[in-house]
């Protein structure tokens, strides 16, 4: 009888902690567009990234924290022949605090977050017609979003702002906006 009576709290404290603490990968597809008023025409472009979650809830709010590897593109003009493409990757972290506004039962439910991103790019590849541009290796943003929980998979979507100036060396401001689409699989 006292090995039945183990197995089930065992089986009752592993459910409960499998709610509490949630892990898993996730894949975004990226957009990133530059934010500058200091140049005449702007090009947005796409990138992908790859990271592991955890998250861990409490009641209707949760925290998150990501870690993995981001890609982006995107290119800005000066005129027609002073022209700038960006490739920009590197490590991507991510701490984010969010609520559960909508509960659907055992099924899932959808959340608002907000939170900080930070980027270490370790390859930075730039193509112009003029001079050599030095980017900000480290890249710190704030970002909002909304998200959905069904079943084991997340869906979100996240407005990624750049409070950075990635050209450090110019006088020209150069930030990043990224619209961002992560799907992440929750293994517990």
Same mark, same amino acid.
């Given at each position: 009888?006292?090995?039945?009576?183990?197995?089930?709290?065992?089986?009752?404290?592993?459910?409960?902690?499998?709610?509490?603490?949630?892990?898993?990968?996730?894949?975004?597809?990226?957009?990133?567009?530059?934010?500058?008023?200091?140049?005449?025409?702007?090009?947005?472009?796409?990138?992908?990234?790859?990271?592991?979650?955890?998250?861990?809830?409490?009641?209707?709010?949760?925290?998150?924290?990501?870690?993995?590897?981001?890609?982006?593109?995107?290119?800005?003009?000066?005129?027609?022949?002073?022209?700038? %493409?960006?490739? !920009?990757?590197?490590?991507?972290?991510? $701490?984010?605090? #969010? =609520? /559960?506004?909508?509960?659907?039962?055992?099924?899932?439910?959808?959340?608002?977050?907000?939170?900080?991103?930070?980027?270490?790019?370790?390859?930075?590849?730039?193509?112009?017609?003029?001079?050599?541009?030095?980017?900000?290796?480290?890249?710190?943003?704030?970002?909002?979003?909304?998200?959905?929980?069904?079943?084991?998979?997340?869906?979100?979507?996240?407005?990624?702002?750049?409070?950075?100036?990635?050209?450090?060396?110019? %006088?020209?401001? !150069?930030?990043?906006?990224?619209?961002? $689409?992560?799907? #992440? =699989? /929750?293994?517990?």
């Amino acid at each position: 009888m006292k090995k039945l009576i183990l197995a089930v709290l065992i089986s009752i404290s592993a459910n409960s902690f499998a709610q509490l603490i949630q892990i898993g990968p996730q894949v975004s597809y990226n957009f990133t567009s530059p934010i500058t008023n200091d140049f005449s025409s702007k090009s947005s472009g796409t990138g992908v990234g790859f990271a592991g979650f955890a998250r861990v809830n409490l009641l209707m709010f949760y925290a998150q924290g990501e870690f993995g590897y981001t890609k982006s593109e995107f290119s800005i003009a000066q005129t027609e022949t002073e022209k700038t %493409d960006y490739e !920009l990757s590197g490590t991507d972290a991510t $701490l984010i605090a #969010g =609520f /559960k506004v909508i509960p659907l039962g055992k099924l899932g439910n959808i959340r608002v977050f907000a939170g900080y991103n930070w980027k270490n790019y370790s390859n930075t590849k730039t193509s112009n017609t003029l001079n050599y541009v030095e980017i900000a290796k480290n890249n710190h943003s704030l970002l909002g979003g909304v998200g959905i929980d069904l079943w084991r998979l997340t869906l979100d979507y996240r407005y990624i702002a750049g409070i950075t100036d990635l050209d450090p060396s110019s %006088d020209q401001d !150069l930030k990043t906006g990224t619209s961002s $689409l992560s799907l #992440g =699989f /929750k293994f517990l």
